[in-house]
Antibody, heavy 118, light 107 residues
């Protein structure tokens, strides 16, 4: 059974940093690209970042480029999102999701809440 | 960016009725790289449809998707009580973008 479990969320002040983790199980982790998708309170889904299965290529939405870094540890089956210089607009539930061969998102974690507030 | 616009914003129907949800893209979605997700409060999105019309594993056949180019439709043929949720479309042709969601509520 495919499982994705996020952790690392919490309350931080503007300008601070946070690292999210997503532990994967039930599939061959290195065979799949992975994405982070966020959802601000009461809003729709917003794709944030993606990384290929090998970790060799990464992609970001424009609003986080230069502040967020996606990475993965295929030996430990963990996906990361390092978030720096956080702003109020980054407040959201962050989901990790597995990309299928055509990159729709076939499995999602339960999400981790990040709140940026002074 | 390929902007997806969903309509209606809210749909009020009764169990047993047919639901039709729309998703319009600002640019053509090549290869029908369009998916639909269901999301209930406090839960993660659940993949329903990919490739515009293919049902994901375990999804009941009352859910169907259609469309191509810029116009896509999700149809729920006979609503069950557990189908009342928010539905979002997603294009994965050019990076990833999502629609703002349609809330399907009990009338």
């Amino acid at each position: 059974e495919v499982q994705l479990l996020e952790s690392g969320g919490g309350l931080v002040q503007p300008g601070e940093s946070l690292r999210l983790s997503c532990e994967a199980s039930g599939f061959t982790f290195s065979n799949h690209a992975m994405s982070w998708v966020r959802q601000a309170p009461g809003k729709g889904l917003e794709w944030v970042s993606a990384i290929t299965g090998s970790g060799g290529n990464t992609y970001y939405t424009e609003s986080v480029r230069g502040r967020f870094t996606i990475s993965r540890d295929n030996s430990e089956n963990i996906l990361y999102l390092q978030m720096n210089s956080l702003t109020d607009d980054d407040t959201a539930v962050y989901f990790c999701a597995r990309e299928a061969s055509h990159p729709y998102l076939d499995y999602w974690g339960q999400g981790s809440l990040v709140t940026v507030s002074s | 960016e390929n902007v997806l616009t969903q309509s209606p914003g809210t749909l009020s129907l009764s169990p047993g009725e047919r639901a039709t949800l729309f998703c319009r893209a600002s640019q053509s979605v090549r290869n029908s790289y369009l998916a639909w997700y269901q999301q209930k409060p406090g839960q993660a999105p659940r993949l329903l449809i990919y490739g515009a019309s293919s049902r994901a594993t375990g999804i009941p056949d009352r859910f169907s998707g259609s469309g191509s180019g810029t116009d896509f439709t999700l149809t729920i043929s006979r609503l069950e009580p557990e189908d009342f949720a928010v539905y979002s479309c997603h294009q994965y042709d050019t990076k990833h973008t999502f629609g703002q969601g349609t809330r399907l509520e009990i009338k």
